[in-house]
């Protein structure tokens, strides 16, 4: 390496002379100490004004100690990454033989300074990436707490004996990471946020029975003694305590049972924001991950919690004034469009969502990000902005902090300084560089302002929920309503409800803010007073969970929809009051009117299920009752506004209902093979030999909202042969004992309701037959026993999941079945004594209405046509038992010759028309009734038709 390296001469005129000089005292140190520097690599002298520029910390520490620098270009470590391994082997050699604090202390802050010289070289020389950058400062970190808490702890406990926990194990301190050291994050000259813990109380074996609090409190004291104290050789790490239960008012240390007593009932809500990066990271590591677990219900709450915007809202605002006061608006850390606001959005939904979505459960704020992404809670677009953000104002921090090893957000005033940041950051001057950063901010404040800050319009609003008649009236007038008077009278009657009168302080403030939008949105449809009745019924509702107000108050998209829906269907706002968590649908209109796929819809619930423990049994089933509510609203609400045909709402429950009942049969298989093992040949991992049939509506493929499950379950093995648990049963057994946990996974009463009710009537032998039959026996008695109507609900019958091998064999079943020979007479006479019965006991009796789907030439008499065509032609035409919906069965009877095209064409037409109205008619939440004088013409054609084949 020449005596002026070529490097320091491109540097600009202003940065060279204190770079000059910075190389000079090197040199003369280095020619002192006898160091040869003329072999080092050319990445080092190319590397090195650009260093020396960007960083003086840098260049002091080489000039002061050129050994520092040998040792790191010689031993290679300068031109490679490392890990937190490699940094413990070498503290450990270095503190072998220390045995004093003075000496521990010293060698900290050597290892430490060489290290910091290391990763900032690297990473201003562009060496190492920004991840690579914040992890080694996190190791770094940790590894020094680490070492010496043992260092301490060992000589504690030497002097005044060892702390044991329960089970007479030594316990040493725990020592929470908090920050951006609990994310591993950790900037350049960072403080590190720490809290200590311990878990269980006890005394020591000494003379003056020392208490373990008092114990770890000393422990504590010297810890950050021997970090944070300056000396000569500078610091190792200031440590920042504030964020211990009661800040620097609180004890140092505490136990977990006090500590879960604060979180639980003391802690202020910045708190949680807190804990979202806490982590484990010296001492007692396993009594650290439990204290960890006790404190997750605090930070993710299984509840979507709206109230976050709210509180980072205000958090924000008062670090906005306060850099307001202090005139430090270019802090790029807690400044507009800084590196906090980043956070904000990033823990925002973390708070939010984080409860029930365990992708969010995630310390490092890039994860976070992605995640956002990846479930579709931000646009990728959003994201890839904030991430370059982020990326951009981190390295502005660390070269900010690099320059003089001093903790500092605050963009620099002195000129030389300016340039110097700006070279190390890639640019020519000061001025282009700000422009950047500046733009940067922007794109950043822009997002934040979208996600966190409030809403402009109406956000300082409000409505007294006490006012009198006519204060109301002039209200509702202002507000726009066209009918004051009936709408005071819905507002009085609402104010007096008991869920309004026991609204906390903070619901009753949340609703007041709501009403002035609510009103004005609800004054625009075209039935404002039964839209806001139904409305103010879904508040009732819900008005115990603050949350769900703020959600609408914070967000008028989906009030917007929520309004939008409530006019036009009073079931799904009841659905909604229901099952408040489908507020949460309304926020994005995409995803609400676009029912997914079945591949979709699979791959949705295999994500929500990810997020959940397997083992927790009952968030399972929450978690399966959630899915299926936020599915069928999705329907409806396409279903109501046009955004889908009404032949495909029933595919789409359809699918839903499928996808969930080959989910339930897995945890059935696996929960009854955990407890008893699988029949020979199977595997856990895998449902073999049982099948699931579905009958009636699922079978048909035309479920409604309400509809529940026709279903029947199959089996084939050997009924003796047991499974290989540790508690067998046989095989018999075991797949009863499976049919049993699928209907009850099916339809336990949560805290979510029901997933579906199930209707098992359509077994063989009915009520009084086996839970679940054999392959062999369901044959048996479809050949030999069943019944007429029983084969015509065959005909809507087919297998939805488990062993495909069941479904052939079902399959071969059900068409040897339908194909049988019959007398077609005998057939006709018993079905038409059927439909006569149902007739009897089913269809309205009001003869001024027609009931769509009982009455004569309505729904079921097209059905029973179509079942009655299949059951005496099959037997000519096996193409008859390939479909079990209606629609393409009336396809293949043309085919068959059973009917014309014509009528046919008019089956179709009348079905269609009559199931679509009942869909609209259950949206409505009114019977699946119509003036008799409706569809006159239509239904005497199907009646015409049902004469000519039916009754001829």
């Known amino acids: 390496m020449s005596d002026a390296p070529e490097s320091l001469q491109r540097l600009p005129e202003p940065l060279k002379q204190p770079v000059s ?80 604090e003075t000496d521990l202390m010293a060698v900290l802050r050597r290892f430490r300074n060489l290290e910091m010289v290391r990763i900032a070289w690297r990473d201003i020389a562009g060496w190492a990436d920004l991840d690579e950058t914040l992890r080694d400062l996190s190791a770094l970190a940790d590894v020094c707490v680490q070492e010496s808490l043992d260092f301490l702890f060992r000589a504690a406990c030497a002097r005044r004996g060892t702390p044991l926990n329960k089970q007479g194990q030594p316990q040493s301190l725990v020592v929470l990471a908090m920050g951006k050291l609990g994310a591993f994050e950790l900037n350049f000259s960072s403080d590190i946020d720490l809290i200590f813990a311990y878990r269980d109380e006890g005394v020591l074996a000494d003379k003056r029975e020392t208490s373990y609090c008092e114990f770890y409190t000393k ?127 990033g823990q925002a939904f973390q708070l939010i969502r984080g409860g029930r979505e365990k992708r969010l459960r995630e310390r490092r704020i890039q994860v976070v990000l992605e995640a956002l992404a990846d479930l579709r809670l931000l646009p990728e677009s959003t994201v890839e902005t904030l991430l370059d953000a982020y990326r951009f104002l981190r390295t502005v921090e660390n070269r900010l902090q690099q320059y003089a090893d001093r903790q500092t957000h605050d963009l620099p005033t002195d000129p030389i300084q300016r340039l110097s940041l ?80 026991n609204l906390t302080p903070r619901g009753a403030s949340e609703l007041a803010r709501l009403m002035p939008m609510l009103l004005r949105a609800t004054a625009s449809t075209e039935q404002p007073d039964d839209t806001l009745e139904r409305i103010f019924a879904l508040l009732e509702a819900i008005a115990s969970r603050n949350v769900y107000l703020t959600l609408l108050a914070e967000n008028p998209q989906a009030l917007s929809q929520l309004v939008k829906l409530a006019a036009g269907s009073p079931w799904i706002t009841n659905y909604i009051a229901q099952h408040p968590l489908l507020l949460d649908e309304l926020l994005d209109p995409r995803a609400l009117y676009a029912p997914l796929s079945k591949a979709e819809l699979e791959r949705e619930l295999k994500r929500k299920l990810d997020s959940i423990d397997p083992d927790d049994l009952e968030q399972i089933l929450i978690g399966l009752r959630q899915f299926k509510q936020t599915n069928v609203l999705r329907v409806a609400a396409a279903d109501f506004v046009g955004a889908i045909p009404i032949m495909v709402v029933s595919d789409y429950l359809t699918y839903t209902a499928e996808v969930l009942v080959n989910e339930v049969m897995r945890q059935a298989w696996r929960l009854t093979a955990a407890r008893h093992g699988v029949p020979p040949g199977a595997s ?269």
């Open 21 to 100: 000089l910075a190389w000079s005292t090197f040199s003369a140190h280095s020619a002192r100490l006898g160091i040869e520097i003329s072999g080092w690599p050319d990445a080092v002298e190319e590397t090195l004004g650009l260093v020396w520029a960007a960083s003086p910390f840098v260049a002091d520490q080489c000039a002061g100690r050129p050994e520092l620098l040998k040792e790191l270009v010689e031993s290679g470590r300068l031109l490679k990454s490392t890990d937190e391994e490699n940094y413990r082997t070498d503290l450990r050699r270095l503190l072998d033989g220390v045995d004093t």
């Open 422 to 501: 700006a070279y190390a950051m890639g640019f020519p001057e000061w001025e282009s560089f700000k422009a950047h950063l500046d733009k940067v901010r922007r794109d950043v404040h822009d997002v934040f302002e979208q996600i966190v800050a409030p809403t402009k319009a109406g956000a300082q609003e409000t409505f007294a929920l006490n006012g009198d008649h006519e204060h109301i009236c002039a209200t509702l007038r202002n507000l726009g309503w066209p009918t004051p008077e009936s709408g005071a009278k819905l507002i009085e009657t609402f104010q007096a409800s008991h869920a309004v009168r």
């Open 219 to 345: 422990l504590a004291q010297n810890l950050v003694k021997v970090l944070d104290t300056q000396t000569e050789d500078g610091f190792a790490f200031r440590v920042d305590l504030r964020l211990r239960p009661f800040g620097d008012s609180g004890p140092l240390v505490q136990n977990f049972y006090a500590l879960d007593a604060y979180y639980q009932s003391q802690a202020r809500e910045w708190e949680r924001y807190a804990m979202v990066k806490v982590r484990p990271m010296a001492g007692d590591m396993e009594a650290g991950h439990e204290l960890q677990e006790f404190l997750r219900p605090f930070v993710y709450r299984r509840y979507l919690d709206y109230r976050t915007l709210v509180e980072l809202r205000e958090l924000k605002q008062k670090i906005s004034l306060e850099l307001q006061r202090k005139d430090r608006q270019e802090n790029i850390k807690l400044g507009p469009g800084g590196i906090r606001e980043i956070e904000f959005v």
């Open 684 to 952: 856990i991992d895998e449902v073999s030999g049982f099948g699931v049939i579905a009958y009636g509506k699922l079978g048909g493929i035309e479920l409604g909202y309400g509809s529940d499950l026709d279903l029947v379950f199959l089996y084939d093995g050997d009924d003796t042969a047991l499974t290989n648990g540790e508690r067998p049963v046989s095989t018999a057994e075991f797949f009863a004992r499976m049919g049993r946990r699928i209907i009850h996974l099916l339809t336990a009463n949560t805290p979510a309701g029901v997933l579906y009710e199930v209707d098992l009537r359509l077994r063989p032998s009915g009520s009084s037959g086996l839970l679940v039959s054999s392959v062999d026996a369901y044959d048996t008695y479809q050949t030999e026993s069943a019944w007429t109507w029983e084969h015509q609900a065959l005909v809507k019958a087919r297998f939805i999941a488990g062993d495909p091998e069941i479904g052939k064999r079902f399959a071969a079943v059900r068409e040897k079945s339908l194909c049988r020979k019959r007398d077609v007479e005998a057939l006709r006479t018993e079905i038409l004594e059927m439909r006569e019965k149902m007739r009897a006991n089913l269809a309205a009796k009001d003869t001024t209405v027609f009931d769509l789907k009982q009455g004569s030439g309505g729904i079921v008499d097209i059905e029973f046509i179509v079942q009655f065509g299949v059951l005496s032609r099959a037997h000519h035409d096996k193409k008859l038992t390939q479909w079990t919906d209606v629609v393409r069965l009336l396809d293949s009877l043309i085919e068959a010759g059973f009917l014309n095209a014509d009528d046919a064409g008019l089956l179709r037409q009348a079905y269609c028309l009559f199931r679509e109205r009942i869909h609209r008619l259950a949206l409505l939440e009114v019977p699946a009734l119509v003036p008799a004088d409706e569809y006159f013409e239509l239904r005497s054609r199907v009646q015409r038709i049902w004469r000519d084949v039916m009754e001829r």
